[in-house]
């Protein structure tokens, strides 16, 4: 994964980089088969083309010395970030380019924003609230469409009321006071 800032949004089956602007930030995810090329030809190569950050993950932690690599171009050369405390006491490494702690947690690498002090969702969790907001927009309706029903009804019966006072303002007559009331029929 990488990420490039400043350009246009439009659909695309690969990415060039000698057609496009280099990558500010790149995230691999190692493992036995791509470390030695990742340790080696690439990271020489984003040196090479200026990418200021370069990540190495290793979910299964098998083939870093740590679960998570990060590196930062200074002065042409990679140099080692060593992780660090994060504001909410736990330990990540922090990305300078996307302002962002990296946190392995297990075989999945979390993100965590520290102007908001708020991890950033994963897609099974996007998904979750997305389905949680829909529930709750579809009962929402539900209970506006009761209550619409409720005032309606009550309105009925406050017009019935109504009618009943106006026949009985010049005085009701036995008949109809005797009467027992009943509710204006449901539509």
Known sequence: MFVAFGVPKTPRQSYLLWEEKTPAFV??????????????????????????EYFLFDPRHEHLASPLLALRLRGGRYQL??????????????????????????????????????????????????REAERARQDAEARAAEESAACKALEARKAALQALAQSCRGGCRPEVASRPFREPSQP
């Open 81 to 130: 970030v060593p992780p660090a405390r994060m504001p909410n006491g736990a330990r990540g490494w922090y990305s300078e380019t996307l302002e962002l702690f990296f946190q392995p947690a297990g075989s999945k690498l979390r993100l965590y924003d520290p102007a908001t002090g708020r991890y950033l969702l994963a897609h099974e969790e996007t998904e979750h609230v997305r």
């Open 27 to 52: 995230l691999a995810v190692t493992s036995k088969s791509t470390r030695q090329e990742d340790l080696g030809k690439k990271r020489q190569r984003y040196a090479e083309w200026s990418v200021q």
